[in-house]
């Protein structure tokens, strides 16, 4: 299995703030994740920033939709990673490389034949642009969701009492749909990875370094549980973005997942 890595969630409102908090942490961070709240501010311009910075994007619009659209959306966000050429120089002249798309999501409870529609795109349009093919993975349930609020929105009869249950079967639905891997919380984490084995991807959101503000989620982790849950890439956004001092908040972090992994 690959050492698990951090990916630090921008979750902001300009390209300023973006700027100033990725240029904070600098090279010890590898990715970004860009959702729908920076993203529903400064478009597809916030990704081509990370990646003219040599920075990994992990595009995290959850798509849920026709699978026709579906597809188109996968596919121009596969043509991101092509928008800025393959490499720029730094004010120094230095060459950097440029960052690709790493990863985007889309929500199992789109279907699989949504979900199938999904990778295809994203495995066609990197072959045809000769790009890194994006890992396609699939949300399972929020994790600022628990038994109670989860319960209350549940459709198409989709009705479980137990989030588990409920995320071990889209996870399975997602894997059938040729999907790399799920988001879930560290609470389901180590049963996924015991029943799709090591290469299938674990995204963990809700992480939390102890004694951390909780805010709105509820399944929650410290690193070094995410780490031994199996986790494959911990995603922190408020600890290090609301951080007096993001760098330090990454720096910790990272310390801790190298040293339980
Ligand atoms: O600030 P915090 O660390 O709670 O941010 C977690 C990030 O992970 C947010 O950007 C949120 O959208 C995302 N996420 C999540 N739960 C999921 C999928 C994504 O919290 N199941």
Redesign the pocket.
């Known amino acids: 299995m690959k050492k698990p890595e951090l990916i630090v ?1 921008l ?1 902001v409102d300009s390209l300023a703030e973006l700027q100033e908090i990725v240029d904070g942490i600098g090279d010890a961070v590898k990715i970004y ?1 860009v ?3 920076v993203f529903t501010s400064c478009g597809p311009a916030a990704a081509r920033f990370l990646m003219a910075r040599g920075k990994e994007v992990f595009l ?1 619009l ?1 798509f849920h939709d026709i699978p026709n659209t579906v597809a188109h959306a996968v596919a121009n966000a596969v043509n991101l990673s092509t928008a800025v050429g393959r490499s720029s120089l730094t004010a120094s002249g230095q060459e950097v490389r440029m960052g690709e798309l790493l990863m985007y ?1 889309v929500h199992t409870s789109g279907g699989e034949e949504m979900m199938r529609a999904a990778s295809q795109a994203a495995a066609q349009t990197a072959e045809t642009l000769k790009v890194r093919r994006p890992l396609t993975v699939g ?6 969701q628990d038994q109670k609020t989860q319960a209350a929105g549940l459709t198409g009869g989709e009705v479980s009492d137990n989030i588990l249950t409920l995320v071990l079967k889209r996870a399975e639905a997602a894997k059938r749909a040729g999907l790399d891997g799920v ?3 560290c609470a389901e984490a180590s049963a996924i990875r015991k029943e799709f084995g090591k290469d299938f991807v674990i ?1 963990t ?4 370094p102890a004694g951390a503000d909780v ?3 509820k399944r929650v982790a410290t690193p070094s549980l995410a780490v031994q849950s199996g986790s494959s890439f911990l ?8 951080a007096p001092d993001p760098q330090q908040a990454a720096l910790k972090i990272l310390e801790e997942i190298q040293k339980s992994s």
């Open positions: 969630a979750d994740k959702g729908s709240q995290d959850k999501t949300v399972t349930v929020l994790t600022s988001v879930s919380s995204v959101p809700g992480i939390r805010g709105d989620q995603v922190v956004g408020r600890p290090i973005v609301k």
